[in-house]
């Protein structure tokens, strides 16, 4: 018996669930059922992937499921018991359980359900709905304080000073002035609160100027003004022309006659054409405004959701019998934050803020943390080990007499200069220096610094993100080509095509004339004649009228200036005239081609969605009846409409799309694919145009056919794809035309510039997959030579698991990969896809969502762990800006949301190159150099504090006083340290001309243990030597070591300063003579400073003995010996193992 049961290796319910329903279809015999089992076999085969690695060949697949059993199961760990668990990572688990459990009940989230609502009766909802207001703020008036601290002192090295600071109100333990710790803290602090409150009011005031927008509402008793904060679903809002869409709202009327207007939504996804909405007809028909308040009826819509290109609802009007239902989809909606760009449209609101669509699928902004200042926060914890290590050192020699911890905080205090406080100003300072210059480059004008204090990460740059519309091209399509097969027409020669269309258009127009007097002309005989060889004249105007008739282009006239047209007024009033015509369609390729037939004299005059109106060369208007429209799908990658000529009752089936859908379907022919190819190599996107004639009885039967398939309950896609497909059959191929989507002012050479600097580049773009890869290869994203792989749609385990293992066998190529794809194998395959696509030259993810490209950008930080940059330049590029480690925003046609919200905004992509190259770098190498000198500034003078005690007998006492101090970090070294920000090791044009600099920079090197440890034993080295010379060349009175070892480390400070220089700057060299000026000064009048507290008491300087020759040699000995060996030591370095860029400026 137990032979007989089939082992089946633990599964989820799910699985178990999925078998015993696959058994009970293939148990339900012959009938409807009997076809389904193999698509539930499917879904359950892809629990058993769960055991197979992803490296496996198709045959895996093939063979039968018992041999999946015998695969290796992958990443399957063995689970931990009891003790070893909880050692081994099992607290953090508990803790952070515990942690999200509370988080969990603090905040409850609401859950999102599903709605009705009724039509102007908010009151009528049975659940609470948000707020309709907008906040972008991080903080409120509570948590500001609270919220700035915790950001401030979650650093160790702020938190640090703070625990030092505090330890000085105890008496045991006061080593100096309060004024010497608290001063340099509280300057941080207030300069870090000031920053974050005016960024915070910025914010504060763009959200209240969006929430207090007026809107009309539409009550039972007329129009009332509402602010958008205080709209509520259900409310039935008005929205003007040019006025943005406070919230989700179904559309229920406009005022244009067609029952349809068009709205921007370039906002929300990036796309600059204009959407045409349609209203629903129930409550368009309505005979006026006030009605929709006569009418019981209501509007049933899903639960909010993040995808803003579906929508699933219903609208019911109860009042009438039977009831009225019609169903909502996608373009019965109007989101907020898209703009109305045609007539007055009224909606009924059904989502209001946070449930909005445009607001879930923004993120909440972080607070951004640069690389170097966390590689900094390292080092100060290893120097604080340090100093505890050393202060334990003294305590021990001490021989831990009397109160020793009391000697060991005294100690820790003593020597805690290990740690500068005056890191954090400088570097504060610094970053500020750096985002003014950035500001002040008039190589890249028009440049913002949003986020002062991550100027560094521009220069640790790996991955760069970035968006195509707007930003790589300027999205403005240009018509370059037509080619009829044997003659090819380009922008030079589009005068030949107007004299082509000329003639024919004169002959039909003499012959309408005489036509006239008779009856209708006579209709032509249809594929009886003799193919006859057409001239080039007839094929010219056969495909520039088929480029005119094809499209889902629509004109629209604004109206004069001076004459107010309400939009209920008659069309007849309208003004035809060609000077203010625009053209609308879903495709700016559409536009393109509708806006070059009219240079070449057919002009799309008129538009609905019945006919379309054509002018002549000659002013004649002629009229075509739209019998179908086939609109473009993804899948099908082609459009067709079905037509009849009014004035000869031809009818013709008209088709356009891409050549790997169009090739099969026209006529033999021996140029289209050779032609494609050259036209994709010039970067121009192409259109194969063919069309069919037909004859009254063949389109009665397709409609008869079409109409049928379209009321078939199910597979109704299939069906009218099949019906469609009878007619795409040897069509007559007419022109291959290609347009140019026009890209960014030197595009080119900026990808060329980030490639060469060892940075990534990923483009996310909402638009088709052909249109993505067209401009990849134009914009020399993928380089001539390198193949591209794109990857197939995948909808389960399984094909994404094929997919991925025939990436895997291709070597250095392109990945292009739709939003779709990626989604199916993010949640099957995640750290393997990440890890193949982060070893591609480029990657391209087309049809993307916002939220898709900020997840993205948080998988390449977890996965890859280097630094990301996204660049962006509408709304729907938000979230990507604001996860990516440093955003940069570009103010362009798609408005200025990306640049509020990026760390960085531009004016021109190619800015990025001269920000990375020349500020990136140099911003990341000179606080590399700052925060290291300020650490030795510390380190020194903590090494001559442990020399004095230790020859002291240990004693903790200061060995300099607490103004010496003060005036040690600020007055006599600062000017000098900080004017490092000045310093650059090549010309920004070097840096421009040899990007191959920057990829040194991501390795880290400018800053890591092993530069640290260099800084360490030179301070070491240095103090050490100071404070020795000192004790071996004092006096008979103590009192001079105090002044000989003070002068010698300023001058030592001065010295080291020159030695880090690599480019003088004329500020460097005043500052260096200001800070010995003020020193010497100092001396004269400070003196009583000079004495050594507890050892020679009340001992003073006098102005006589700095004077002398013995002091001046004195010093002089001592720094020589503290500071040439390190010259002697440079000048060998530069010569045996010069750096990269000394071989440039040479």
Same mark, same amino acid.
């Given at each position: 018996?137990?032979?007989?049961?089939?082992?089946?290796?633990?599964?989820?319910?799910?699985?178990?669930?999925?078998?015993?329903?696959?058994?009970?279809?293939?148990?339900?015999?012959?009938?409807?059922?009997?076809?389904?089992?193999?698509?539930?076999?499917?879904?359950?085969?892809?629990?058993?992937?769960?055991?197979?690695?992803?490296?496996?060949?198709?045959?895996?697949?093939?063979?039968?499921?018992?041999?999946?059993?015998?695969?290796?199961?992958?990443?399957?760990?063995?689970?931990?018991?009891?003790?070893?668990?909880?050692?081994?990572?099992?607290?953090?688990?508990?803790?952070?359980?515990?942690?999200?459990?509370?988080?969990?009940?603090?905040?409850?989230?609401?859950?999102?359900?599903?709605?009705?609502?009724?039509?102007?009766?908010?009151?009528?909802?049975?659940?609470?709905?948000?707020?309709?207001?907008?906040?972008?703020?991080?903080?409120?008036?509570?948590?500001?304080?609270?919220?700035?601290?915790?950001?401030?002192?979650?650093?160790?090295?702020?938190?640090?000073?703070?625990?030092?600071?505090?330890?000085?109100?105890?008496?045991?333990?006061?080593?100096?002035?309060?004024?010497?710790?608290?001063?340099?803290?509280?300057?941080?602090?207030?300069?870090?609160?000031?920053?974050?409150?005016?960024?915070?009011?910025?914010?504060?005031?763009?959200?209240?100027?969006?929430?207090?927008?007026?809107?009309?509402?539409?009550?039972?008793?007329?129009?009332?003004?509402?602010?958008?904060?205080?709209?509520?679903?259900?409310?039935?809002?008005?929205?003007?022309?040019?006025?943005?869409?406070?919230?989700?709202?179904?559309?229920?009327?406009?005022?244009?006659?067609?029952?349809?207007?068009?709205?921007?939504?370039?906002?929300?996804?990036?796309?600059?054409?204009?959407?045409?909405?349609?209203?629903?007809?129930?409550?368009?028909?309505?005979?006026?405004?006030?009605?929709?308040?006569?009418?019981?009826?209501?509007?049933?819509?899903?639960?909010?959701?993040?995808?803003?290109?579906?929508?699933?609802?219903?609208?019911?009007?109860?009042?009438?019998?039977?009831?009225?239902?019609?169903?909502?989809?996608?373009?019965?909606?109007?989101?907020?934050?898209?703009?109305?760009?045609?007539?007055?449209?009224?909606?009924?609101?059904?989502?209001?803020?946070?449930?909005?669509?445009?607001?879930?699928?923004?993120?909440?902004?972080?607070?951004?943390?640069?690389?170097?200042?966390?590689?900094?926060?390292?080092?100060?914890?290893?120097?604080?080990?340090?100093?505890?290590?050393?202060?334990?050192?003294?305590?021990?020699?001490?021989?831990?007499?009397?109160?020793?911890?009391?000697?060991?905080?005294?100690?820790?205090?003593?020597?805690?200069?290990?740690?500068?406080?005056?890191?954090?100003?400088?570097?504060?300072?610094?970053?500020?220096?750096?985002?003014?210059?950035?500001?002040?480059?008039?190589?890249?004008?028009?440049?913002?610094?949003?986020?002062?204090?991550?100027?560094?990460?521009?220069?640790?740059?790996?991955?760069?993100?970035?968006?195509?519309?707007?930003?790589?091209?300027?999205?403005?399509?240009?018509?370059?080509?037509?080619?009829?097969?044997?003659?090819?027409?380009?922008?030079?020669?589009?005068?030949?095509?107007?004299?082509?269309?000329?003639?024919?258009?004169?002959?039909?127009?003499?012959?309408?004339?005489?036509?006239?007097?008779?009856?209708?002309?006579?209709?032509?005989?249809?594929?009886?004649?003799?193919?006859?060889?057409?001239?080039?004249?007839?094929?010219?105007?056969?495909?520039?009228?088929?480029?005119?008739?094809?499209?889902?282009?629509?004109?629209?006239?604004?109206?004069?200036?001076?004459?107010?047209?309400?939009?209920?007024?008659?069309?007849?009033?309208?003004?035809?005239?060609?000077?203010?015509?625009?053209?609308?369609?879903?495709?700016?390729?559409?536009?393109?081609?509708?806006?070059?037939?009219?240079?070449?004299?057919?002009?799309?005059?008129?538009?609905?969605?019945?006919?379309?109106?054509?002018?002549?060369?000659?002013?004649?208007?002629?009229?075509?009846?739209?019998?179908?429209?086939?609109?473009?799908?993804?899948?099908?990658?082609?459009?067709?409409?079905?037509?009849?000529?009014?004035?000869?009752?031809?009818?013709?089936?008209?088709?356009?799309?891409?050549?790997?859908?169009?090739?099969?379907?026209?006529?033999?022919?021996?140029?289209?694919?050779?032609?494609?190819?050259?036209?994709?190599?010039?970067?121009?996107?192409?259109?194969?145009?063919?069309?069919?004639?037909?004859?009254?009885?063949?389109?009665?039967?397709?409609?008869?056919?079409?109409?049928?398939?379209?009321?078939?309950?199910?597979?109704?896609?299939?069906?009218?794809?099949?019906?469609?497909?009878?007619?795409?059959?040897?069509?007559?191929?007419?022109?291959?035309?290609?347009?140019?989507?026009?890209?960014?002012?030197?595009?080119?050479?900026?990808?060329?510039?980030?490639?060469?600097?060892?940075?990534?580049?990923?483009?996310?773009?909402?638009?088709?997959?052909?249109?993505?890869?067209?401009?990849?290869?134009?914009?020399?994203?993928?380089?001539?030579?390198?193949?591209?792989?794109?990857?197939?749609?995948?909808?389960?385990?399984?094909?994404?698991?094929?997919?991925?293992?025939?990436?895997?066998?291709?070597?250095?190529?392109?990945?292009?990969?739709?939003?779709?794809?990626?989604?199916?194998?993010?949640?099957?395959?995640?750290?393997?896809?990440?890890?193949?696509?982060?070893?591609?030259? +480029?990657?391209?993810?087309?049809?993307? /969502?916002? !939220? %898709?490209?900020? @997840? #993205?950008?948080? &998988? *390449?930080?977890? $996965?890859?762990?280097?630094?990301?940059?996204?660049?962006?330049?509408?709304?729907?590029?938000?979230?990507?800006?604001?996860?990516?480690?440093?955003?940069?925003?570009?103010?362009?046609?798609?408005?200025?949301? +990306?640049?509020?919200?990026?760390?960085? /905004?531009? !004016? %021109?992509?190619? @800015? #990025?190159?001269? &920000? *990375?190259?020349? $500020?990136?770098?140099?911003?990341?190498?000179?606080?590399?150099?700052?925060?290291?000198?300020?650490?030795?500034?510390?380190?020194?003078?903590?090494?001559?504090?442990?020399?004095?005690?230790?020859?002291?007998?240990?004693?903790?006492?200061?060995?300099?006083?607490?103004?010496?101090?003060?005036?040690?970090?600020? &007055?006599?070294?600062?000017?000098?340290?900080?004017?490092?920000?000045?310093?650059?090791?090549?010309?920004?044009?070097?840096?421009?001309?040899?990007?191959?600099?920057?990829?040194?920079?991501?390795?880290?090197?400018?800053?890591?243990?092993?530069?640290?440890?260099?800084?360490?034993?030179?301070?070491?080295?240095?103090?050490?030597?100071?404070?020795?010379?000192?004790?071996?060349?004092?006096?008979?009175?103590?009192?001079?070591?105090?002044?000989?070892?003070?002068?010698?480390?300023?001058?030592?400070?001065?010295?080291?300063?020159?030695?880090?220089?690599?480019?003088?700057?004329?500020?460097?060299?005043?500052?260096?003579?200001?800070?010995?000026?003020?020193?010497?000064?100092?001396?004269?009048?400070?003196?009583?400073?000079?004495?050594?507290?507890?050892?020679?008491?009340?001992?003073?300087?006098?102005?006589?003995?700095?004077?002398?020759?013995?002091?001046?040699?004195?010093?002089?000995?001592?720094?020589?010996?503290?500071?040439?060996?390190?010259?002697?030591?440079?000048?060998?370095?530069?010569?045996?193992?010069?750096?990269?860029?000394?071989?440039?400026?040479?």
């Amino acid at each position: 018996m137990a032979d007989q049961i089939p082992l089946y290796p633990v599964r989820s319910a799910a699985a178990v669930a999925n078998r015993k329903r696959a058994a009970y279809y293939s148990a339900a015999g012959p009938g409807p059922g009997a076809e389904r089992p193999s698509r539930y076999q499917l879904e359950d085969e892809s629990a058993h992937l769960d055991e197979m690695p992803l490296m496996m060949s198709e045959e895996g697949f093939e063979n039968d499921e018992s041999d999946y059993h015998t695969l290796p199961r992958a990443r399957v760990t063995r689970r931990r018991r009891g003790l070893e668990w909880f050692v081994c990572g099992g607290w953090k688990f508990l803790c952070t359980s515990c942690c999200d459990w509370l988080i969990n009940i603090c905040q409850r989230k609401r859950e999102l359900k599903a709605r009705t609502v009724w039509l102007g009766y908010p009151e009528k909802c049975e659940e609470k709905h948000p707020r309709n207001s907008i906040k972008n703020q991080k903080y409120n008036v509570f948590t500001f304080i609270p919220g700035v601290l915790y950001e401030q002192f979650k650093f160790f090295l702020n938190l640090y000073f703070l625990v030092v600071s505090c330890s000085q109100f105890v008496p045991a333990l006061k080593i100096g002035y309060l004024y010497t710790y608290w001063a340099p803290l509280g300057f941080v602090l207030a300069v870090t609160i000031m920053r974050e409150a005016i960024d915070e009011f910025r914010r504060f005031q763009r959200d209240k100027e969006v929430n207090s927008q007026l809107y009309s509402k539409l009550t039972v008793r007329g129009k009332v003004q509402v602010k958008s904060s205080d709209i509520q679903v259900g409310d039935l809002i008005i929205v003007e022309k040019n006025q943005r869409i406070p919230s989700d709202m179904v559309f229920l009327r406009t005022s244009e006659k067609a029952g349809s207007c068009f709205i921007r939504t370039d906002q929300l996804d990036g796309e600059t054409d204009w959407k045409l909405k349609v209203a629903v007809s129930c409550t368009q028909r309505l005979p006026a405004l006030g009605d929709l308040f006569s009418i019981s009826a209501y509007v049933y819509a899903q639960k909010p959701q993040l995808d803003i290109h579906s929508f699933e609802g219903t609208f019911t009007r109860e009042d009438c019998d039977p009831p009225i239902h019609e169903s909502l989809s996608i373009e019965n909606t109007l989101w907020a934050s898209t703009i109305v760009a045609s007539g007055t449209v009224i909606g009924v609101v059904i989502y209001t803020g946070k449930e909005t669509r445009s607001v879930m699928n923004t993120s909440n902004p972080k607070n951004k943390v640069g690389l170097l200042d966390l590689e900094l926060n390292q080092l100060t914890k290893a120097l604080f080990v340090a100093l505890v290590a050393l202060s334990v050192v003294m305590v021990t020699l001490q021989g831990f007499v009397g109160s020793w911890y009391r000697n060991l905080f005294r100690f820790l205090l003593l020597f805690s200069y290990i740690i500068p406080i005056s890191l954090r100003v400088n570097l504060d300072m610094g970053k500020a220096a750096y985002g003014w210059m950035i500001m002040k480059d008039e190589s890249i004008p028009g440049t913002v610094v949003r986020t002062s204090t991550i100027p560094e990460e521009l220069g640790r740059l790996v991955y760069l993100l970035t968006d195509k519309t707007g930003t790589l091209t300027q999205n403005e399509m240009v018509f370059k080509r037509l080619h009829l097969g044997t003659v090819s027409y380009g922008a030079d020669t589009m005068d030949e095509i107007q004299s082509h269309l000329r003639n024919p258009y004169s002959q039909m127009q003499s012959q309408a004339s005489g036509n006239a007097t008779g009856s209708t002309p006579p209709r032509k005989a249809q594929s009886s004649a003799p193919k006859v060889r057409k001239s080039v004249s007839s094929r010219v105007h056969e495909a520039v009228k088929a480029i005119a008739l094809c499209h889902n282009v629509t004109p629209v006239y604004e109206p004069r200036a001076g004459v107010i047209a309400e939009a209920e007024y008659a069309e007849a009033d309208q003004d035809f005239s060609d000077g203010n015509r625009t053209y609308q369609a879903a495709s700016p390729d559409e536009v393109a081609l509708v806006q070059w037939t009219e240079s070449v004299g057919l002009t799309l005059v008129r538009r609905d969605l019945a006919s379309v109106q054509l002018r002549t060369p000659s002013g004649q208007i002629l009229t075509y009846c739209i019998l179908q429209m086939f609109p473009f799908t993804s899948e099908s990658k082609r459009m067709g409409v079905i037509v009849r000529d009014e004035s000869t009752a031809e009818i013709t089936f008209y088709m356009k799309g891409a050549d790997v859908a169009m090739s099969s379907i026209v006529q033999y022919n021996d140029w289209l694919e050779e032609e494609c190819g050259n036209m994709a190599r010039e970067g121009l996107r192409t259109l194969v145009v063919a069309k069919r004639a037909l004859t009254e009885e063949q389109y009665q039967d397709f409609e008869s056919r079409y109409s049928q398939a379209k009321l078939s309950i199910h597979d109704r896609a299939l069906k009218v794809a099949a019906v469609v497909e009878s007619l795409e059959r040897e069509m007559e191929l007419l022109c291959l035309t290609g347009v140019e989507d026009q890209l960014q002012a030197d595009v080119r050479p900026t990808l060329e510039m980030l490639r060469n600097a060892g940075i990534k580049i990923w483009m996310l773009t909402g638009d088709k997959l052909e249109t993505a890869t067209c401009i990849a290869k134009s914009s020399h994203l993928v380089s001539r030579a390198q193949d591209i792989h794109v990857f197939r749609p995948v909808t389960s385990r399984g094909e994404a698991h094929l997919e991925l293992n025939a990436f895997r066998r291709k070597h250095d190529c392109a990945l292009v990969i739709s939003g779709d794809s990626l989604e199916v194998c993010l949640k099957y395959y995640e750290h393997e896809l990440v890890e193949l696509a982060c070893q591609c030259p +480029a990657v391209v993810c087309c049809r993307c /969502s916002p !939220t %898709q490209k900020a @997840h #993205i950008v948080k &998988l *390449l930080q977890q $996965h890859a762990g280097r630094r990301t940059c996204a660049i962006g330049d509408g709304g729907n590029d938000v979230s990507m800006i604001q996860a990516a480690d440093c955003g940069i925003g570009i103010e362009g046609k798609e408005g200025r949301q +990306a640049s509020l919200a990026a760390d960085f /905004s531009i !004016t %021109q992509f190619k @800015h #990025i190159g001269r &920000l *990375l190259m020349v $500020h990136g770098r140099s911003s990341y190498k000179r606080s590399a150099a700052l925060g290291q000198f300020v650490m030795h500034r510390g380190l020194i003078i903590s090494t001559m504090q442990a020399v004095f005690s230790s020859v002291f007998y240990f004693a903790s006492v200061p060995l300099y006083q607490g103004f010496l101090m003060v005036g040690y970090a600020t &007055l006599y070294t600062m000017f000098p340290v900080f004017s490092l920000v000045l310093d650059q090791d090549v010309k920004p044009d070097m840096a421009m001309l040899y990007p191959e600099l920057y990829k040194d920079l991501t390795k880290g090197r400018s800053l890591s243990f092993k530069t640290f440890l260099v800084w360490v034993l030179i301070s070491i080295y240095q103090g050490g030597i100071l404070m020795y010379g000192a004790l071996l060349l004092f006096e008979s009175e103590f009192v001079h070591v105090v002044a000989i070892s003070f002068t010698a480390l300023i001058l030592t400070e001065l010295l080291m300063v020159a030695l880090t220089v690599r480019t003088w700057h004329w500020l460097m060299a005043v500052a260096e003579v200001l800070s010995l000026g003020c020193y010497v000064a100092s001396l004269a009048f400070l003196n009583e400073y000079f004495g050594v507290d507890g050892v020679s008491s009340g001992a003073f300087l006098d102005v006589a003995f700095i004077t002398t020759v013995t002091f001046v040699w004195k010093v002089s000995a001592i720094t020589v010996v503290s500071c040439l060996p390190l010259y002697v030591l440079k000048y060998l370095k530069r010569k045996l193992s010069p750096p990269s860029y000394s071989k440039l400026t040479s």
